[in-house]
């Protein structure tokens, strides 16, 4: 049975449908045709314009030997407007400034005008100017250059797009790889920048909230500001892709008073369970109140933050006792542990349930365990059960468990069921900062100190498994140290300082490792900076 189509004088509604989007669509494609031919008539008038303002500097630099000086950049419109210095300086040599056809005077800081701006004394000048012409859905900033009034340049400059025109400084940062002894590729690398630079304290806003850093192609990367103030930055920045053949190359923008960056969780990738960079400090308060009959009271408030995690996970470290907070760390700051009762407790989380691989690095200070006083008198501590560096409470054999022992350090892994141990070939060294990794690849334990292997073994293929441990805690393992009257003390608690501690679900490859080390050691290292570019 046939589909019946009710037809009014011979035209069916389907018909008039299809003629009245026809008739829209060549409407319009008309309007668009139009409106892009205004668009390249406009732009062919800009160029011309640039062409009259060009010549007259060049006559004015033929009689003068320089060129205008404006150290600002200005908007020659606004400046004709204004009687401003570049119209008093070329009124023998243009009839009138030339105006953009889109500049509107009511609209300050207009992109759409002639910017001027010399330098070198009147010995060189720049122009900025807009096309409406579409790169890549992007509007085209166009350039003029003089070097010394003998060559001018006109057009687009080859180099990478200007991210977004709402920021008006950018650097280029060239990261050197074959210098850092970067052996293999790496993606989505979390890079720790450390910059130090003039024109990011006068030119950033002071929180650093308009910083952002960008690929050589101009996509935007994640990024987490670990510290920032006054021109010196601490950052981690996800690099894309790493090879030891080329140079990578990255941007930082800033100079944007509107922009509101926050830091991302993204600059992890999702493989990291848990990134605490331990930097946050106690902060101390005082308080003073004047009562009703003029007594003065003066208090002292102290806040001890809680340790936060940078990954999407969002895991809390609650610090106990007297763990000592913002103290100078390897990284930036760092958290002291007295080797008596202090640790962190980051809770009894499911995401260490289950996992094929791991990959655990944390910086370590170690101090000598030395002695306490008990009842007046000195005792010695006993760390023959060794110290925590990190564990679960109330559980020895729980998911995963780093100890350090005067001459070994100590991995112990719950796979499947079954507990397998690895002592690493050489211990920490007391009383410097030590790079440990700890990795479970599936079939292998490996501990690297300071991006080298430091002892491997191979135990059965499974998962690591939860046990029965209250909570995931840094700075001991399994319990609070005791002791009795006229015994030595006993402590799982570990002594010295701890600072970034990374923990991730994959098993890491020895050139992230390595990469890792070299580069929180010395961050400033990696980098090569290139001078400042301006906008306009």
Request: overall charge negative; hydrophobic content about 35%; charged content about 30%.
């Amino acid at each position: 049975m046939g589909i019946l189509i009710k037809k009014e004088n011979g035209i069916s509604k389907i018909e008039v449908f299809i003629y009245v989007f026809v008739i829209l669509l060549l409407v319009y494609t008309v309007f668009a045709y139009y409106q892009g031919e205004l668009a390249r008539q406009r732009d062919n008038q800009r160029i011309q314009d640039i062409n009259i303002i060009t010549e007259a500097l060049a006559k004015y630099y033929s009689n003068r030997q320089k060129y205008p000086e404006v150290s600002e950049w200005e908007c020659l419109e606004e400046d004709a407007i204004e009687e401003g210095v570049f119209l008093k300086e070329m009124k023998d040599y243009l009839a009138e400034i030339p105006k953009d056809p889109l500049f509107k005077i009511e609209k300050q800081s207009s992109l759409f005008c002639y910017h001027y701006k010399s330098a070198d004394g009147g010995k060189e000048y720049k122009i900025y100017y807009q096309l409406e012409k579409k790169i890549k859905k992007e509007r085209e900033i166009s350039q003029v250059y003089s070097f010394g009034g003998k060559n001018i340049f006109i057009g687009l400059k080859k180099e990478v797009s200007w991210y977004d025109f709402n920021w008006k400084f950018r650097k280029k940062i060239k990261i050197e790889p074959l210098l850092q002894k970067i052996s293999g590729e790496l993606n989505n690398f979390p890079l720790l920048l450390s910059i130090k630079d003039e024109n990011l304290k006068n030119q950033a806003e002071e929180d650093g909230q308009d910083i952002i850093f960008t690929d050589s192609s101009g996509k935007k990367l994640e990024r987490e500001i670990a510290n920032y103030k006054d021109g010196e930055l601490l950052v981690w920045v996800k690099i894309p892709h790493f090879s030891p053949q080329i140079d990578s190359e990255i941007y930082i923008y800033y100079g944007n008073p509107k922009a509101a960056e926050t830091n991302n969780s993204a600059a992890w990738d999702k493989d990291f369970l848990m990134v605490s960079h331990l930097d946050e400090k106690i902060t101390t308060t005082t308080i003073t109140i004047t009562t009703i009959k003029g007594i003065t009271v003066t208090t002292t408030i102290t806040v001890r933050p809680t340790t936060t995690d940078s990954t999407i996970n969002r895991l809390i470290g609650i610090p106990y006792n007297n763990v000592k907070q913002g103290m100078e760390g390897k990284v930036f700051n760092a958290y002291e542990f007295d080797g008596e009762d202090d640790y962190l407790n980051f809770g009894n989380s499911s995401l260490f349930s289950s996992l094929e691989g791991l990959t655990i690095s944390v910086w370590v200070f170690p101090k000598e365990a030395g002695k306490i006083k008990i009842d007046g008198e000195e005792r010695e501590i006993n760390t023959e059960d060794g110290r925590g560096i990190l564990g679960w409470e109330k559980d020895k054999y729980d998911a995963f468990q780093i100890l350090t022992y005067k001459d070994y350090t100590l991995l112990t892994v719950n796979i499947s069921g079954g507990t397998y141990e690895l002592k690493s070939a050489s211990p920490l060294k007391e009383n410097e900062w030590n790079y440990l990794t700890a990795v479970y690849d599936g079939e292998n334990l490996i501990f690297y100190l300071n991006g080298k292997e430091n002892g491997k073994k191979k135990i059965a293929k499974g998962k690591i498994e939860r046990g029965k441990g209250e909570f995931f805690e840094l700075g001991r393992y399994y319990q609070e140290s005791w002791y009795s009257d006229g015994e030595i003390i006993k402590t799982f608690s570990f002594k010295g300082l701890i600072d970034e501690i990374q923990i991730s679900k994959i098993a890491k490859n020895p050139n992230w490792i390595e990469t890792s080390y070299q580069n929180q050691k010395e961050p400033k290292s990696f980098i090569r900076n290139i001078e400042e570019e301006e906008l306009y």
